[in-house]
């Protein structure tokens, strides 16, 4: 008989449960038992039943704290009867977090870790198996009760925030971050089935990938549990097994491979190994590299007689894959490589899409993947105060191509390593790295986040007294694990991770590292102070959507100090920190002038992560990787996303779309950065001097997203961007902590650009001057290929008239960077109040602003609109035409409608030219709202100009 699966779904009611209600307990909550949804968690239920206010709006949060510090009763009737079969167990894949589970009464389990699978045997505590219906019970603790006990027993554990998290195995952002509000949760949060089964069933499948001379291989890691009820033969042991695994896939040719091997148990083996090789396997690879081919895999458990007792049927890819942290003249990199190919990383840090976890669909979960993939990017990484995420997650990022680096969910904290946390490392640990075996897209674990830079920087030592705080778990536990478990998968011990303890932890020079000193108290130009190996984290704040925004609090009307705004904003002196980056650039802007904080502040950060991105990108191969934080919100709230919490794309996600494009433009500073790695390890002097600001490896005090404070620095020149681009880089190596100044010429930094006969190529009769002057040049990253083209480059007034041009050939043999010196004509400018320089190959635009916008005069922006209805009757199609220069044009038809979309963030157009729009969820009777301010907006418009 084969194993059934029965999920319990319906007939489910939840009750606060305890003899006192919490502090601040609505009275009509005690004693009232209501309809639950599992899988779920309770505050989805007492919102529905109009118990609770959605703690996500408006300032609700702190009245629904009261949940957290309430037990939770669940119960439904469920069959326990064997039908036929020998064993029944109840099976929860997830459980938040401190339960105790019984059946008429009679405990069965008990759980205490969110983060991990659990199975219990229904049968009564008599030994046999329970008949007909019985009451389910689970009871959940408040997690408060349970983290008090381990913090009363393990000690003060230090951290940032003032919460319990370390203490319990659960998701750490429910407890409230920088960007999160503090939601606890309980309930059954992922599916709760009845299994029944006979013989014996498959434990565990965890199938590891290779390719092999284009051969792939398959070695599928099985692990079976026998009833103890199946000696057949009457010989007083079990029968033997028979274990069957089948690949089947598509071939080059448009065919269908099907590849088979079996394996047989003997009764004193519960595991083993199954080998299937595919011959002329099709690889999979990361987006923007190949196709994403998966296979299909069927496992099945048999007796010898060919029953099935038990079948396992999944999608996995062949690839191979490997991470380079090998000493190299510069330090370590942190170089990843999928099928042989050095990948250039271009990656999104996730976070749980919802507080209420259990709300997050997989149609929503793709949503957020396909929106990422259209940006380009072809990284997430899941942090570690979220969750292990659900198969789907996986499964879509295995069919988008996006590598997935996973963390291990400890974040910004110290944690105890006694008992009873310990044991729940170990098997929550051991439960998600075989879980997720089987997905080509994983490629990478990581032990924590900045929990060994914070032990640093941060100086714990002090008050830990000896106590151990993680480090055991990140450099010894955690690693023997995966190798144990799923030795194909690469472990770095943090993020960021220097590779030594002996250095600091966010050396730039040494693997990953995380830039805040960048928003917490240096200006954005700071970013090219330095270029990291791989860099794991680096954000800018901005507000959501105005409509997301309006739509989650009640300030009449909306001011940046309004009392709902400034509650959806949880980073440290988040709002100063916004304003403070904003005076650099643009000036300050008064608290009652909401619209144009908001556009400011969403251009600000689109400018920021620029700044960022386009000197590192074009420093490649010294950097190979840049993760932006973030991707998504779990609620309505200023933060670094590019997606807000209602699925709305900031202009951020528009402008990683142009950055993280397979070829990038730019232009930059003259840069003196060398980017050319040379082999074999770094001298001894590579810690040592180095006079960019950012060689520390250390924030001054304070780190994340939200450490620290202080003003905003200088303002420096402002680099801009328009249409859509990308870029890259490479050099001489210098040997110098994080790239520190170096004199060179632009010629010697990567594969120069061919000049050609510049009397060919100049236009309007001006001379191109002297070369070697100009303070900024072009810089080139083309991915994949080497790339052919031309450039032209023209220095114009902010009426749009060009004072110079130059057209200049781009000639990249191979991927790689291509970096053109600037003549003086173009390159150096004779008023920075008023002139601009534009860069346009192919279809990609790059704009360099040569001072701060609020110092330039702008004059006002004048264009021409035509809007028709779109074709496929979704929306308008807009066509945009420039009578003058128009810099920084913004659409936010979301203003206008609830579900109005652009596909388009800032534009900056010369005189002449045209670009095109498509707007959703609009029509022809909003065209009037969608051209007025502030809906439709520019630089100079806001700026007042």
Known sequence: MTLEREELRDGWTVTMAGEAPPAGAPADVVGRTIGATVPGQVHTDLEREGLLADPTFDRNEDGAKWVGRADWSYQRTVDVDPRGFERV????????????????GVVVGTTRNMHRRYRFDARDSTGGVGRGEKTLELLFESPYREAGRVAAKAGSMPGPYDEPFPYIRKMASNFGWDWGLTAVTSGPWRPVAIERWSTARLR??????????????????????????????????????????????????GGTTRQRSRAQLTPRDDETVVTVRVPEVQRWWPRGYGAQDLYDVVVELQTVDGEVLDRSTFRTGFRSTRIETTSDSIGKPFNVHVNGTLIDVRGVNWIPDDVIVSRVSRDRVEDRLRAAADLNVNLVRVWGGGVYESNDFYEVCDELGLLVWQDFPFACSAYPEGEPIRSEVIAEARDNVARLARHPSLVLWNGNNENIWLHEVDGWEASLEGRGWGLD?????????????DPSRFYTVASPWSGSESLPANDVDHETHHSWDVWNRLPDTAYRDSVPRFVSEFGWQ????WRTLRDAVRDSPLAVDSPGVVHHQKAADGMGKLARGLAPRFGSVAPAEFDRWHYLTQLQQARAI????????????????????????????????????AGRLKPLAHELRRLYDDVLLTIRPVSSVAAVV????????????????????????????SGGSGPAGGSGPAGGSAPAGASGSAGDPSGQPGGADRPTTSASVGETADLGDLADTLSLGVSPGSFGNAPIEVAVRSTRTGHDSVVRVRRVTLAGTVLAEVSLPVRLSAAGVAVVALPESVGVVDDPTNELVVADMDWRRAVWT??????????????????????????????????????????????VAPGGTVDRGFMTLLPGERVAYRLRGVTEADIPALTAAPVAWTLADVLGH
């Open 473 to 485: 778990y990140y450099l010894d536990l955690l690693p023997t694990i995966v190798d144990a478990v």
């Open 850 to 895: 040569p001072g701060p916008d609020k110092d330039m005069r702008w004059e006002p922006a004048r264009y021409r609109t035509a809007f028709a209805a779109a074709p496929d009757g979704d929306g308008l199609d807009l066509v945009v035409e420039a009578e003058g220069l128009v810099r920084d044009l913004l659409f936010q038809p979301d203003r």
């Open 678 to 705: 040379g082999s074999g390890p770094a001298g001894g002097s590579a810690l040592a001097g180095g006079s960019g600001p950012a060689a520390a490896s250390g924030p001054a005090g304070g780190s994340g997203p």
């Open 542 to 545: 901005a507000p959501p959507a």
């Open 89 to 104: 167990d109840l099976v929860c894949d997830g459980l938040d977090t401190v339960a105790e589970l019984s059946l008429d």
């Open 610 to 645: 620029a700044t960022g991105v386009e000197h590192w990108r074009t420093h490649w191969p010294r950097n190979t990787g840049v993760v932006v934080w973030q991707l998504n919100d779990l609620w309505p709230v200023s933060s670094w996303s590019a997606i807000d919490s």
């Open 204 to 253: 565990d499948v965890r199938p590891l990938v290779d390719v092999e001379a284009g051969e792939g291989v398959l070695d599928a890691h099985i692990t079976v549990e026998r009833s103890g009820l199946n000696d057949l033969d009457q010989d007083g042991e079990d029968d033997d097994l028979v274990l069957v695994v089948t690949v089947s896939g598509a071939t080059a040719e």
